[in-house]
Protein backbone atom coordinates (compact mmCIF):
# COMPACT_ATOMS: atom_id res chain seq x y z
CA UNK A 1 0.00 0.00 0.00
CA UNK A 2 2.95 1.94 1.30
CA UNK A 3 4.82 1.52 -1.77
CA UNK A 4 2.14 2.29 -4.20
CA UNK A 5 1.53 5.66 -2.58
CA UNK A 6 4.78 6.69 -2.95
CA UNK A 7 4.84 5.40 -6.61
CA UNK A 8 2.02 7.82 -7.70
CA UNK A 9 3.20 10.90 -6.11
CA UNK A 10 6.80 10.35 -7.96
CA UNK A 11 4.45 9.58 -10.95
CA UNK A 12 2.38 13.06 -10.45
CA UNK A 13 5.25 14.86 -9.48
CA UNK A 14 7.03 13.92 -13.06
CA UNK A 15 3.28 14.84 -14.92
CA UNK A 16 3.78 18.62 -13.85
CA UNK A 17 5.77 21.05 -15.90
CA UNK A 18 9.22 22.11 -13.98
CA UNK A 19 8.29 25.18 -11.77
CA UNK A 20 8.03 28.21 -14.05
CA UNK A 21 11.14 31.06 -13.52
CA UNK A 22 10.35 34.85 -14.23
CA UNK A 23 13.43 36.24 -15.97
CA UNK A 24 13.77 40.10 -15.43
CA UNK A 25 15.52 41.67 -18.53
CA UNK A 26 17.24 44.94 -18.22
CA UNK A 27 16.82 46.85 -21.68
CA UNK A 28 19.66 49.55 -21.29
CA UNK A 29 19.53 51.81 -24.60
CA UNK A 30 19.81 55.51 -25.38
CA UNK A 31 16.74 56.70 -25.43
CA UNK A 32 17.63 60.30 -25.33
CA UNK A 33 20.83 62.26 -26.64
CA UNK A 34 22.64 61.39 -30.17
CA UNK A 35 22.00 57.85 -30.39
CA UNK A 36 18.21 57.97 -29.65
CA UNK A 37 16.46 56.79 -32.77
CA UNK A 38 18.70 53.75 -32.72
CA UNK A 39 17.64 52.88 -28.74
CA UNK A 40 14.11 53.25 -30.27
CA UNK A 41 14.63 51.03 -33.54
CA UNK A 42 16.57 48.26 -31.19
CA UNK A 43 13.83 48.10 -28.82
CA UNK A 44 11.46 48.00 -31.61
CA UNK A 45 13.15 44.82 -32.77
CA UNK A 46 12.95 43.53 -29.23
CA UNK A 47 9.93 43.29 -28.99
CA UNK A 48 8.79 41.92 -32.18
CA UNK A 49 11.35 39.06 -31.21
CA UNK A 50 9.46 38.36 -27.68
CA UNK A 51 5.96 38.16 -29.89
CA UNK A 52 7.83 35.94 -32.70
CA UNK A 53 9.56 33.58 -30.77
CA UNK A 54 8.33 33.85 -27.26
CA UNK A 55 6.57 31.01 -27.44
CA UNK A 56 9.90 28.72 -26.76
CA UNK A 57 9.47 29.79 -23.06
CA UNK A 58 6.98 27.10 -22.23
CA UNK A 59 6.15 27.84 -18.32
CA UNK A 60 9.02 30.57 -18.25
CA UNK A 61 8.23 34.11 -18.03
CA UNK A 62 10.09 37.07 -19.57
CA UNK A 63 9.80 40.70 -17.71
CA UNK A 64 11.32 43.70 -19.47
CA UNK A 65 12.38 46.44 -17.58
CA UNK A 66 14.03 49.51 -19.83
CA UNK A 67 16.24 52.67 -18.85
CA UNK A 68 17.65 55.39 -20.90
CA UNK A 69 22.07 55.41 -20.90
CA UNK A 70 21.68 58.89 -22.49
CA UNK A 71 24.85 57.49 -24.57
CA UNK A 72 26.67 58.16 -21.33
CA UNK A 73 29.49 55.96 -19.52
CA UNK A 74 28.39 57.00 -15.99
CA UNK A 75 24.72 57.36 -15.81
CA UNK A 76 24.35 53.82 -17.60
CA UNK A 77 27.19 52.50 -14.63
CA UNK A 78 24.35 53.57 -12.16
CA UNK A 79 21.50 52.87 -14.08
CA UNK A 80 22.74 49.32 -14.92
CA UNK A 81 23.72 48.66 -10.63
CA UNK A 82 20.22 49.30 -9.93
CA UNK A 83 19.09 47.52 -12.28
CA UNK A 84 20.57 43.88 -10.61
CA UNK A 85 21.23 44.77 -7.37
CA UNK A 86 17.96 46.66 -6.64
CA UNK A 87 15.65 45.62 -9.19
CA UNK A 88 17.03 41.56 -9.60
CA UNK A 89 17.81 41.90 -13.34
CA UNK A 90 19.12 38.29 -14.20
CA UNK A 91 20.02 39.32 -17.45
CA UNK A 92 20.77 43.38 -19.12
CA UNK A 93 20.94 43.80 -22.96
CA UNK A 94 21.24 46.58 -25.17
CA UNK A 95 24.25 49.35 -25.00
CA UNK A 96 24.52 51.14 -28.63
CA UNK A 97 28.05 53.14 -27.67
CA UNK A 98 31.07 51.59 -27.37
CA UNK A 99 32.11 54.12 -25.07
CA UNK A 100 29.04 53.10 -22.33
CA UNK A 101 30.06 49.47 -23.31
CA UNK A 102 33.49 50.29 -21.68
CA UNK A 103 32.56 51.60 -18.87
CA UNK A 104 30.29 48.56 -18.07
CA UNK A 105 32.41 46.02 -18.70
CA UNK A 106 33.76 45.67 -15.29
CA UNK A 107 30.58 45.68 -13.34
CA UNK A 108 28.75 42.77 -15.23
CA UNK A 109 32.43 40.54 -15.12
CA UNK A 110 33.04 41.03 -11.48
CA UNK A 111 28.49 41.18 -10.42
CA UNK A 112 28.62 38.18 -13.45
CA UNK A 113 25.52 39.77 -14.52
CA UNK A 114 25.23 38.23 -18.08
CA UNK A 115 25.18 41.25 -20.60
CA UNK A 116 23.64 40.13 -24.56
CA UNK A 117 24.93 43.32 -26.13
CA UNK A 118 22.69 44.68 -29.40
CA UNK A 119 25.18 47.38 -31.04
CA UNK A 120 28.14 48.35 -28.98
CA UNK A 121 30.79 47.08 -31.12
CA UNK A 122 34.06 48.05 -28.86
CA UNK A 123 36.03 45.81 -30.07
CA UNK A 124 37.71 45.02 -26.44
CA UNK A 125 34.75 43.79 -25.21
CA UNK A 126 35.26 40.55 -27.27
CA UNK A 127 39.56 41.51 -27.45
CA UNK A 128 41.61 42.15 -24.01
CA UNK A 129 38.84 42.80 -21.97
CA UNK A 130 36.42 39.59 -22.88
CA UNK A 131 34.21 38.42 -20.40
CA UNK A 132 32.65 34.73 -19.85
CA UNK A 133 29.16 37.11 -19.07
CA UNK A 134 28.94 39.38 -22.12
CA UNK A 135 27.63 37.71 -25.45
CA UNK A 136 27.77 40.04 -28.77
CA UNK A 137 24.82 38.95 -31.57
CA UNK A 138 25.64 42.74 -33.08
CA UNK A 139 28.95 43.27 -34.07
CA UNK A 140 32.37 44.25 -33.35
CA UNK A 141 33.87 47.83 -34.85
CA UNK A 142 36.67 45.84 -36.98
CA UNK A 143 34.61 43.12 -38.40
CA UNK A 144 32.43 46.00 -40.20
CA UNK A 145 35.20 48.14 -41.69
CA UNK A 146 37.96 45.30 -42.33
CA UNK A 147 36.14 43.93 -44.86
CA UNK A 148 36.44 47.54 -46.74
CA UNK A 149 40.16 47.19 -47.07
CA UNK A 150 40.73 44.53 -49.90
CA UNK A 151 37.44 45.01 -51.92
CA UNK A 152 38.15 48.73 -52.37
CA UNK A 153 41.75 47.49 -53.14
CA UNK A 154 40.45 45.21 -55.59
CA UNK A 155 38.30 47.93 -57.21
CA UNK A 156 42.03 50.12 -58.16
CA UNK A 157 41.56 52.57 -55.31
CA UNK A 158 44.79 53.61 -54.31
CA UNK A 159 44.16 56.01 -51.76
CA UNK A 160 41.66 57.00 -49.26
CA UNK A 161 40.85 59.27 -46.51
CA UNK A 162 39.58 58.53 -42.91
CA UNK A 163 36.75 60.29 -41.57
CA UNK A 164 35.10 59.46 -37.66
CA UNK A 165 33.59 60.46 -34.55
CA UNK A 166 36.18 60.89 -32.00
CA UNK A 167 35.95 58.11 -30.12
CA UNK A 168 36.59 54.67 -29.46
CA UNK A 169 34.46 53.15 -32.29
CA UNK A 170 35.42 55.96 -34.94
CA UNK A 171 39.16 54.77 -34.08
CA UNK A 172 38.43 51.30 -34.18
CA UNK A 173 36.45 51.36 -37.41
CA UNK A 174 39.14 53.41 -39.22
CA UNK A 175 41.98 51.35 -37.82
CA UNK A 176 40.59 48.14 -38.88
CA UNK A 177 39.92 49.30 -42.61
CA UNK A 178 43.47 51.26 -42.73
CA UNK A 179 45.12 48.11 -41.43
CA UNK A 180 43.00 45.82 -44.26
CA UNK A 181 43.40 48.36 -47.18
CA UNK A 182 47.17 48.96 -46.52
CA UNK A 183 47.74 45.15 -46.70
CA UNK A 184 46.06 45.22 -49.87
CA UNK A 185 48.73 48.24 -51.47
CA UNK A 186 46.32 51.11 -50.78
CA UNK A 187 47.36 53.72 -48.91
CA UNK A 188 45.82 56.32 -45.99
CA UNK A 189 46.76 59.86 -46.88
CA UNK A 190 44.75 61.75 -44.41
CA UNK A 191 42.52 61.26 -41.45
CA UNK A 192 40.06 63.24 -39.03
CA UNK A 193 38.08 62.79 -36.35
CA UNK A 194 35.63 65.65 -35.31
CA UNK A 195 33.83 65.62 -32.21
CA UNK A 196 30.81 62.85 -31.36
CA UNK A 197 28.72 65.21 -29.33
CA UNK A 198 27.68 68.92 -30.76
CA UNK A 199 29.65 68.63 -34.55
CA UNK A 200 26.61 70.06 -36.86
CA UNK A 201 28.84 71.42 -39.67
CA UNK A 202 30.84 68.86 -41.38
CA UNK A 203 32.33 71.31 -44.35
CA UNK A 204 35.78 71.86 -43.16
CA UNK A 205 36.18 68.22 -42.57
CA UNK A 206 35.11 67.49 -46.14
CA UNK A 207 36.78 70.36 -47.61
CA UNK A 208 39.94 69.20 -46.35
CA UNK A 209 39.22 65.89 -46.43
CA UNK A 210 38.70 66.76 -50.60
CA UNK A 211 41.64 69.15 -50.82
CA UNK A 212 43.82 65.98 -49.67
CA UNK A 213 43.34 64.83 -53.36
CA UNK A 214 42.43 60.93 -51.90
CA UNK A 215 40.25 58.66 -54.42
CA UNK A 216 37.94 57.67 -51.27
CA UNK A 217 36.31 58.78 -48.27
CA UNK A 218 36.00 55.86 -45.78
CA UNK A 219 34.11 57.04 -43.09
CA UNK A 220 32.25 55.79 -39.54
CA UNK A 221 28.98 57.86 -38.67
CA UNK A 222 25.68 56.65 -37.27
CA UNK A 223 21.98 58.49 -36.07
CA UNK A 224 21.72 62.03 -36.60
CA UNK A 225 25.60 62.44 -37.39
CA UNK A 226 25.45 60.20 -40.34
CA UNK A 227 22.74 62.52 -41.71
CA UNK A 228 24.02 65.29 -41.26
CA UNK A 229 26.49 64.42 -42.95
CA UNK A 230 25.30 62.32 -45.96
CA UNK A 231 23.00 65.68 -46.50
CA UNK A 232 26.33 67.67 -45.76
CA UNK A 233 28.65 65.38 -48.51
CA UNK A 234 26.06 65.77 -51.19
CA UNK A 235 25.48 69.48 -50.97
CA UNK A 236 29.38 70.34 -50.96
CA UNK A 237 28.86 68.02 -54.72
CA UNK A 238 32.38 66.08 -53.62
CA UNK A 239 31.10 62.83 -54.70
CA UNK A 240 32.59 63.01 -58.69
CA UNK A 241 36.00 63.94 -57.02
CA UNK A 242 35.77 61.92 -53.67
CA UNK A 243 33.34 59.23 -53.56
CA UNK A 244 32.02 58.25 -49.88
CA UNK A 245 32.23 54.89 -48.37
CA UNK A 246 31.43 53.73 -44.64
CA UNK A 247 30.73 51.60 -42.50
CA UNK A 248 27.24 50.72 -43.40
CA UNK A 249 25.32 52.95 -40.42
CA UNK A 250 26.19 56.05 -42.45
CA UNK A 251 23.24 55.00 -44.84
CA UNK A 252 21.43 52.58 -42.25
CA UNK A 253 18.03 51.24 -42.92
CA UNK A 254 16.63 53.17 -40.00
CA UNK A 255 17.24 56.98 -41.92
CA UNK A 256 18.25 56.11 -45.48
CA UNK A 257 14.92 57.22 -46.45
CA UNK A 258 15.52 60.99 -44.75
CA UNK A 259 19.01 61.36 -46.67
CA UNK A 260 17.35 60.22 -50.25
CA UNK A 261 19.24 61.41 -52.97
CA UNK A 262 21.84 62.54 -50.73
CA UNK A 263 22.52 58.55 -50.23
CA UNK A 264 22.69 57.88 -53.89
CA UNK A 265 25.69 55.75 -55.39
CA UNK A 266 26.97 55.31 -51.40
CA UNK A 267 28.94 52.06 -51.25
CA UNK A 268 29.19 50.62 -47.62
CA UNK A 269 29.59 47.28 -45.53
CA UNK A 270 27.54 46.08 -42.64
CA UNK A 271 25.83 42.60 -41.58
CA UNK A 272 22.60 43.89 -42.29
CA UNK A 273 20.40 45.37 -45.04
CA UNK A 274 17.03 44.93 -45.72
CA UNK A 275 17.19 43.40 -49.11
CA UNK A 276 18.69 40.04 -48.16
CA UNK A 277 16.65 37.72 -49.60
CA UNK A 278 15.75 34.87 -46.69
CA UNK A 279 12.97 33.35 -45.26
CA UNK A 280 13.60 34.91 -41.61
CA UNK A 281 14.07 38.20 -43.03
CA UNK A 282 10.80 38.48 -44.72
CA UNK A 283 9.20 36.97 -41.68
CA UNK A 284 10.85 39.76 -39.80
CA UNK A 285 10.41 42.55 -42.25
CA UNK A 286 6.50 42.02 -42.67
CA UNK A 287 6.16 41.88 -38.73
CA UNK A 288 8.46 44.94 -38.20
CA UNK A 289 6.83 47.03 -41.09
CA UNK A 290 2.91 45.87 -39.34
CA UNK A 291 3.88 46.94 -36.39
CA UNK A 292 5.70 50.16 -37.18
CA UNK A 293 3.64 51.86 -39.39
CA UNK A 294 5.45 50.31 -42.69
CA UNK A 295 8.75 51.22 -41.18
CA UNK A 296 11.65 49.36 -42.88
CA UNK A 297 13.41 47.20 -40.08
CA UNK A 298 17.17 48.33 -39.84
CA UNK A 299 20.06 46.64 -38.54
CA UNK A 300 19.54 48.01 -35.23
CA UNK A 301 15.82 46.42 -35.24
CA UNK A 302 17.60 43.00 -36.44
CA UNK A 303 20.10 43.19 -33.32
CA UNK A 304 17.39 43.84 -30.86
CA UNK A 305 15.11 40.97 -32.34
CA UNK A 306 17.80 38.11 -32.26
CA UNK A 307 19.39 39.67 -29.05
CA UNK A 308 15.67 38.54 -27.69
CA UNK A 309 15.97 35.45 -29.50
CA UNK A 310 18.78 34.45 -28.08
CA UNK A 311 18.27 35.62 -24.73
CA UNK A 312 14.58 33.11 -25.28
CA UNK A 313 16.66 30.30 -26.65
CA UNK A 314 18.82 29.73 -23.56
CA UNK A 315 16.38 29.95 -21.10
CA UNK A 316 14.65 27.29 -23.26
CA UNK A 317 18.05 25.29 -23.16
CA UNK A 318 18.12 26.06 -18.95
CA UNK A 319 14.84 24.10 -18.74
CA UNK A 320 14.23 26.95 -15.74
CA UNK A 321 18.00 26.73 -14.05
CA UNK A 322 18.86 30.66 -13.94
CA UNK A 323 22.23 29.54 -13.01
CA UNK A 324 22.27 27.15 -16.11
CA UNK A 325 20.69 30.23 -18.24
CA UNK A 326 24.11 32.29 -17.75
CA UNK A 327 26.33 29.49 -19.45
CA UNK A 328 23.83 28.70 -22.37
CA UNK A 329 23.57 32.17 -24.04
CA UNK A 330 26.99 31.51 -25.51
CA UNK A 331 25.87 28.43 -27.39
CA UNK A 332 22.64 29.49 -29.31
CA UNK A 333 23.25 29.36 -32.85
CA UNK A 334 20.28 30.14 -35.83
CA UNK A 335 19.62 30.81 -39.20
CA UNK A 336 18.18 34.84 -38.85
CA UNK A 337 17.41 37.99 -40.94
CA UNK A 338 20.82 38.80 -41.35
CA UNK A 339 21.77 34.65 -42.78
CA UNK A 340 23.19 32.30 -40.06
CA UNK A 341 24.53 33.65 -36.80
CA UNK A 342 26.40 31.88 -33.86
CA UNK A 343 28.60 33.22 -31.04
CA UNK A 344 32.23 32.19 -30.87
CA UNK A 345 32.91 30.05 -28.13
CA UNK A 346 36.65 31.76 -27.60
CA UNK A 347 35.63 35.35 -27.77
CA UNK A 348 31.69 35.49 -27.10
CA UNK A 349 31.93 37.51 -30.34
CA UNK A 350 29.01 37.27 -33.55
CA UNK A 351 30.53 34.95 -36.30
CA UNK A 352 28.08 36.41 -39.30
CA UNK A 353 27.82 37.23 -42.82
CA UNK A 354 29.31 40.79 -43.93
CA UNK A 355 27.57 42.59 -46.84
CA UNK A 356 29.17 45.20 -49.06
CA UNK A 357 26.18 47.39 -50.84
CA UNK A 358 25.69 50.37 -52.77
CA UNK A 359 22.69 52.60 -52.51
CA UNK A 360 20.40 53.79 -55.47
CA UNK A 361 18.34 55.87 -55.21
CA UNK A 362 15.23 55.92 -58.13
CA UNK A 363 11.59 56.83 -58.06
CA UNK A 364 11.90 58.76 -54.30
CA UNK A 365 13.25 56.24 -52.55
CA UNK A 366 16.58 54.30 -52.03
CA UNK A 367 17.43 50.40 -52.12
CA UNK A 368 20.61 48.82 -51.13
CA UNK A 369 22.28 46.73 -53.61
CA UNK A 370 24.03 43.62 -52.32
CA UNK A 371 27.50 43.61 -54.25
CA UNK A 372 29.59 41.38 -52.21
CA UNK A 373 28.87 39.03 -49.05
CA UNK A 374 31.78 37.74 -47.29
CA UNK A 375 30.85 34.49 -45.34
CA UNK A 376 31.80 33.57 -42.13
CA UNK A 377 33.55 37.10 -40.91
CA UNK A 378 34.94 35.86 -37.19
CA UNK A 379 37.48 37.87 -35.40
CA UNK A 380 40.68 37.24 -34.27
CA UNK A 381 41.00 35.97 -30.36
CA UNK A 382 42.55 39.48 -29.73
CA UNK A 383 44.48 38.86 -26.26
CA UNK A 384 40.75 37.50 -24.94
CA UNK A 385 40.92 34.48 -22.11
CA UNK A 386 37.49 33.42 -21.04
C1 LIG B 1 29.41 52.12 -31.21
O1 LIG B 1 29.63 53.09 -30.47
O2 LIG B 1 29.97 51.03 -31.03
C2 LIG B 1 28.46 52.25 -32.35
C3 LIG B 1 27.47 53.22 -32.31
C4 LIG B 1 26.59 53.34 -33.36
C5 LIG B 1 26.67 52.48 -34.44
C6 LIG B 1 27.66 51.52 -34.48
C7 LIG B 1 28.57 51.41 -33.42
Not at 127 to 152: A, D, H, K, Q
Not at 342 to 353: E, G, L, Y
Amino acid sequence: MKRTLIATSIAALLALPASAAEYKVGVLLPFSGVYAGLGAHIENGFKLGLEHFGDKLGTDTITMLRDDTEANPGATLAKAKKMVLADKADVLTGIVSSAVLGGLRDFVHSSKTPLVVSNAGNDAATGERCSPYITRVSFSNGSITRVMGPWLAEQGVKTAYLMAPDYAAGHQMMDAFRATFEAAGGKVIGEAYPPLKGTKDYGPYISKAKASGAEALMTFFAGGAAINFVKQYAEFGAAKDLPLYGAGFLTSAAYVHVQGAAADGVIASLHYVPTIDNAENKRFQEGYQAAYEGKLGSEFAVAGYDSARLIIEAIAAAGGDKAKFKGELAKVSFNGPRGPLKIDPATHNVIQNMYIFRNEFADGKVTQNVLATIEGVQDEVNGCKM
